[in-house]
């Protein structure tokens, strides 16, 4: 097991960095959007900016790593993220924050995706749970400590932008520097959003909702902070408590779904989704401490259903749809995460931080009352699963084989 770590160490080395430039820059770039001025909507459409760029390069970049290989694009990639976040310093209007964030979103998805790719050419059936969850830590830490960078500094001035920029630059060594091998190329994917919706049509309407719900609290979680009195330590906190919320809940809820029919899961999952984010709006103005409590809850499942939905969707493909099924659940989620800012923050223009909250409350109803409409439509099956494997959200790259990640260590694990 020493040596399977041994062999992905220099990876990891640069994944942290990445994540903690990358969690940094997530929580600076609103921050530094409301001193500006800048509406709650104007601010969640720049975070359109960054969706469509992650969308896109998840499309895009395979082709350039079957041409110059998973080193040379991964650097290419480190040096766009650099940019971008060097280039929010340098000019600062919210159109051309839009460009940047779209470059930055374009880039971390190429990276994800070269790093999961050479992580699946490291693991076996025997490692694959330990060095996932290895993987997923690495990403909490650097995420979290990221975050917690932002106190340190000004927001307001440049210095934290040109460290968010230093970081990413020292991701680019540990890789560029490594003797271990390169991955094999990647395949270019195939999409087919109406044969996901006739294999699941949970996972379809689930995709969705899973991308608003994830990217309405990642692009505007920060603002949301802002907006109730919450200074940056404590706003880091609230946004690290979401994480660790969704990195504790995976297995568990996973192990479960295994077990019984997923879509029970799925009912679950929303309707506890739904009440946590009752309980936050609840609490906010009571106390920070009933917030950060509350906010781990709805990041327990917040963050699980990407996995949940891309597991019951594998459970009813044939061998040689996984690829296209997977991509499809890719699709979907990228196009909630584009839509779901972008409805919050009219919300949050509307009726303060609160419609933040009470956006993530009807996703979750959403998910939860139309798992249960399914439920009549057609009988569930529970046999022949693999072991749920849990990952970082979100996750959105391809492995060796060609089919984007969808949470899970192997598509086929999940028939």
């Not at 990217?215 to 949301?224: A, F, P, Q």
């Not at 709006?281 to 920070?288: R, S």
């Not at 798992?371 to 391809?398: E, H, N, Y």
Request: glycine share 10%; with cysteine.
């Amino acid at each position: 097991m020493f040596a399977s770590f041994a062999s992905i160490a220099t990876l990891m080395l640069s994944t942290l960095l990445m994540m903690a430039g990358f969690g940094l820059m997530n929580f600076m770039v609103p921050l530094r959007s409301i001193s500006e001025g800048w509406s709650t909507f104007t601010i969640s459409v720049i975070a359109t900016g960054y969706t469509f760029g992650f969308t896109l390069s998840c499309i895009v970049t395979p082709i350039f790593v079957r041409r110059v290989g998973h080193v040379r694009v991964f650097s290419a990639l480190i040096t766009l993220l650099t940019v971008s976040i060097l280039s929010c310093a340098l000019v600062v209007d919210w159109r051309a924050w839009f460009l940047f964030r779209g470059i930055a979103g374009f880039a971390i998805a190429g990276a994800y995706l070269v790093i999961e790719s050479w992580l699946n050419e490291r693991v076996t059936n025997e490692n694959r749970g330990a060095l996932y969850s290895f993987y997923m830590v690495t990403c909490l830490v650097g995420s979290i400590g990221g975050q917690y960078l932002v106190p340190l500094g000004n927001p307001d001035g440049f210095e934290l932008f040109i460290l968010c920029g230093l970081i990413f630059s020292l991701a680019l060594f540990p890789t560029a520097l490594s003797t271990a091998q390169s991955p094999a190329p990647i395949a270019q994917a195939r999409f087919d959003l109406m044969r996901l919706y006739r294999r699941s049509p949970v996972a379809f309407i689930g995709s969705l909702l899973s991308g608003a719900l994830s990217g309405t609290w990642g692009s505007l979680g920060g603002v949301y902070t802002q907006a109730i009195g919450m200074n940056t330590a404590q706003g880091a906190t609230l946004l690290s408590a979401f994480l660790a919320g969704g990195a504790i809940a995976q297995v568990p809820l996973g192990r479960i779904s295994d077990r019984i029919d997923r879509r029970y899961v799925m009912i679950f999952s929303g309707a506890f989704g739904f009440l946590s984010c009752a309980v936050m709006a609840a609490f906010q103005g009571v106390g920070t401490v009933p917030v950060y409590i509350a906010g781990f809850f709805v990041g327990s499942v917040l963050y699980p259903v990407y996995a949940l939905n891309a597991a019951h969707a594998n459970d009813l493909a044939e061998p040689d749809e996984y690829v296209t099924i997977s991509s499809a659940i890719m699709i979907l989620y990228g196009l909630g995460t584009v839509s779901g800012p972008l409805m919050a923050g009219t919300l949050m223009e509307w009726f303060g931080p609160l419609g933040l909250i009470w956006f993530l409350a009807a996703a979750f109803a959403a998910y939860a009352g139309y798992s249960s409409w399914r439920m009549t439509r057609r009988v569930g099956q529970v046999s022949d699963k693999a072991d749920f494997q849990a990952m970082p959200i979100p996750v959105l790259g391809t492995d060796p084989a060609g089919a984007p990640n969808t949470l899970l260590s192997d598509p086929e694990d999940s028939r």
